[in-house]
């Protein structure tokens, strides 16, 4: 049972280029959330999917898109790289099964790191 | 005010000591309170979950939610290196599928 897993690991891009990062759950969860973590700042919401064919914009949506694919896959996409968009992005997700105790408990993937050049 | 309030840190201590990480919240109708911890380089993980409140006890972690002071704390007691890590208080008001609000997190180091 891999949880949460998140690709890439690691990117390097150049300012102005685009990029997806990929994520996908296998507890069969309703729910799943991207986060950007900066140093000093603790954890941003950026877009949350809070069941299948819905998403809503969280704290700091702005340069990101996303795509609810299906069930088990959320994708962050940045169309045009800015240097303020170097971070590590974590995606999550939550809902109420078998293996996890409460529906909004939430479980993380290791993690993206971005860094914009 | 934001919503969750916690102390950055960095906090260090002597192995074996007793450990207090708290937050502070401004939202009475929060009902759910989480600890993560995060290991450097990893995503967090579920460290401790509790409803309304009162003490949880688990281990060596022990987590108390004050409602009437809106104050969360986690104790670690005999405190080890590889409790070192990174640990965000986190809450919401349902049960459902709603995002977490967060505080920033303590960075916590237990010296040998």
């Known amino acids: 049972n891999a949880g949460v897993t998140q690709t890439p690991k690691f990117q390097v891009l150049k300012t102005g280029q685009s990029m997806t990062l990929q994520c996908a759950q296998d507890?069969?969860?309703?729910?799943m959330y991207w986060y950007r973590q900066d140093p000093g700042m603790g954890l941003r919401l950026i877009y949350y999917s809070a069941s299948e064919g819905t998403t809503d914009k969280g704290e700091v949506p702005n340069g990101y898109n996303v795509s609810r694919l299906n069930k088990r896959e959320f994708s962050l996409r940045l169309e045009s790289a800015a240097p303020s968009q170097t971070s590590v992005y974590f995606c999550a997700s939550s809902g109420l099964t078998v293996a996890t105790i409460a529906k909004n408990i939430q479980y993380f993937g290791a993690g993206t790191r971005l860094s914009v050049l | 005010q934001k919503e969750v309030e916690q102390d950055p840190g960095p906090l260090s201590v002597p192995e074996g000591a007793i450990v207090s990480l708290n937050c502070t919240y401004s939202n009475s109708a929060f009902q759910y309170f989480m600890w993560y911890r995060q290991y450097s380089r990893k995503g967090p993980e579920l460290l401790m979950y509790?409803?309304?409140?009162g003490n949880k006890e688990d281990g060596r972690f022990t987590a108390q939610v004050d409602k009437s002071s809106k104050y969360i704390s986690l104790f670690i007691r005999d405190s080890q290196p590889s409790d070192s890590a990174t640990y965000l208080c986190?809450?919401?008001?349902?049960?459902?599928?709603?995002?977490?609000?967060f505080g920033k997190g303590t960075r916590l180091s237990v010296i040998a």
């Open positions: 986190a809450m919401n008001l349902h049960s459902g599928n709603t995002p977490l609000v």
């Open positions: 509790t409803y309304s409140s």
């Open positions: 507890m069969n969860h309703n729910s």
